[in-house]
């Protein structure tokens, strides 16, 4: 039996190159893309931002309505959403969730009306005890270590439906499919790579500190950096490792992503504020490489080490020194780097598939769906306005 698809917006609020707008271009296209769930369930997604972008563009060559301008409520109306589903820092964004707010005022007016599930994935595990902040139905962490801090400093326990843990999704699939698998990949080759946006939030002097080290075991070392500061093209030149580093463009396809990471030997992690997910982590697992990255201490962003368990998937170290031996015990023994490119690869497409992902995420849409509707309508209305499509 077909059922009507369910309307869902996706609202971030940018469409440029960065991860969370990634996150979110992944889940859309992958709602809007895979068959129907075991319960018959399928989705019609959208996206609205404020700023237009890149992915903007991506979004509706694959089919994608996308909605741009700074009122969410144009977008609503077009849409009509019965989940909107926020992604954001976590923190209290008034701008971002004031039109929400408004939309679910007017809708609970009406008698019987079935007020929007509103979701949010929360990238940095924070707090937001604001009145907008509390129209949220259910917040999502990115990962194990966001949820147990929030439980930590709040003392507010990560519970379903209301809060929950749910990984970034990779597009595991694609990345297999176009670079070469461990069995074959020479990890001996002193090709190494760094992977992140150009801002300072996303940078460490330990992405360059570790090179002088490296490089006087393996003078023939290429470094290749996607997202570098200013800073690091005079690090470099000061050092004399100009015949060591190229500075690579931004990577704005998956295509692009693939044949990077199928360049290298290992992916080389550091970023000072830590890691709330890791996504550029999780991708160059999901291609088999092994990980070398950093802690950060306290309750700062740790998730990095979360996904790369030390001497498992990859290894961590604090110090330059360190790092560079750890990046040299890899080069050294490539059956040791293959090993962990192995299990990095298997843990990439247990724990971060795309379409594992969106199914808990369609799963979690049906059980918010079917909690609204028992909390708004009689019951004698529920399935007449529901339908089937929407239960638990």
Known sequence: MGHSRIPVL????????????????????????????????????????????????????????????????????????????????????????????????????????????????????????????????????????????????????????????????????????????????????????????????????????????????????????????????EYVRRHGLENNVMFCPPLRNESSLAEFLDGLSVLAHANDAGESFGLAIAEAMACGLPVVTHPCDGWRDNAQTELVEHNITGLVAQTPQEYAQALAFLLRNPDEARRMGTAAQQKAVRCFDRLHITSRLAALYCHLLGLKRSENMPEALQHNRCGAHCRD
């Open 10 to 233: 996706h609202a971030v609020k940018s469409l440029g190159l960065g991860g969370t707008e990634k996150v979110m271009q992944i889940l859309v296209q992958t709602l809007a893309s895979v068959p129907r769930t075991p319960d018959d369930v399928q989705f019609a997604p959208a996206v609205w931002s404020p700023r237009d972008g890149e992915r903007g563009e991506q979004l509706r060559e694959s089919g994608i309505p996308v909605f741009i301008g700074d009122d969410i409520a144009a977008a609503v109306r077009n849409h009509r959403p019965a989940v909107i589903h926020m992604h954001r820092a976590g923190w209290p964004e008034p701008e971002l969730m004031r039109p929400v707010q408004a939309l679910r005022r007017r809708t609970g007016r009406r008698p019987c009306a079935l007020l929007p599930v509103v979701v949010e994935t929360n990238v940095f595990g924070r707090l937001d005890d604001s009145p907008s902040g509390r129209d949220v139905d259910s917040t999502i962490f990115v990962s194990h270590f966001c949820a147990a801090r929030f439980e930590h400093l709040h003392g507010i326990p990560v519970q379903p439906p209301r809060r929950v843990v749910l990984y970034n999704p990779v597009d595991t699939d694609f990345l297999a499919a176009r670079t070469r698998p461990p069995h074959q990949r020479d990890y001996s080759r002193p090709v190494i790579g760094r992977l992140a946006r150009a801002d300072k939030g996303k940078w460490s002097q330990l992405a360059l500190s570790f090179l002088p080290h490296l490089v006087q075991d393996f003078p023939d070392l290429q470094y290749r950096i996607v997202g570098a500061l200013d800073e690091a093209a």
